[in-house]
Nanobody, 118 residues
Framework: QVQLVESGGGLVQPGGSLRLSCAAS????????MRWYRQAPGKERELVAA????????QYADSVKGRFTISRDDDKNTVSLQMNSLKPEDTAMYYC???????????WGQGTQVTVSS
């Protein structure tokens, strides 16, 4: 059974930090590209960060460059998102995504809420 379970969300003040984690099971984690998306109320889901399979090349949305860092541990089947210098506009539900582009398979987690507010 495929599972992606996010954790680490919560309420934080502007300028604070949070670390999101996504635990994967039920598929060959190391063969999937991993991404974090977010969706704020009334807005479309947007890509935040990606880390590719086989080498770990990373990509970031312009809005989070220099503040967020994505990482993966293929031995523990986890992907993390370290978020620093958080802003109110970072408030959203954050989703973990696993994508296998060759076989066109994609898995989603249920999301974890991040709220940045004073």
């Amino acid at each position: 059974q495929v599972q992606l379970v996010e954790s680490g969300g919560g309420l934080v003040q502007p300028g604070g930090s949070l670390r999101l984690s996504c635990a994967a099971s039920g598929f060959i984690f190391r063969s999937f590209d991993m991404r974090w998306y977010r969706q704020a109320p009334g807005k479309e889901r947007e890509l935040v960060a990606a880390i590719l399979r086989f080498g770990g090349s990373t990509q970031y949305a312009d809005s989070v460059k220099g503040r967020f860092t994505i990482s993966r541990d293929d031995d523990k089947n986890t992907v993390s998102l370290q978020m620093n210098s958080l802003k109110p506009e970072d408030t959203a539900m954050y989703y973990c995504n696993a994508d296998q582009p060759v076989f066109k398979v994609s898995h989603w987690g249920q999301g974890t809420q991040v709220t940045v507010s004073s």
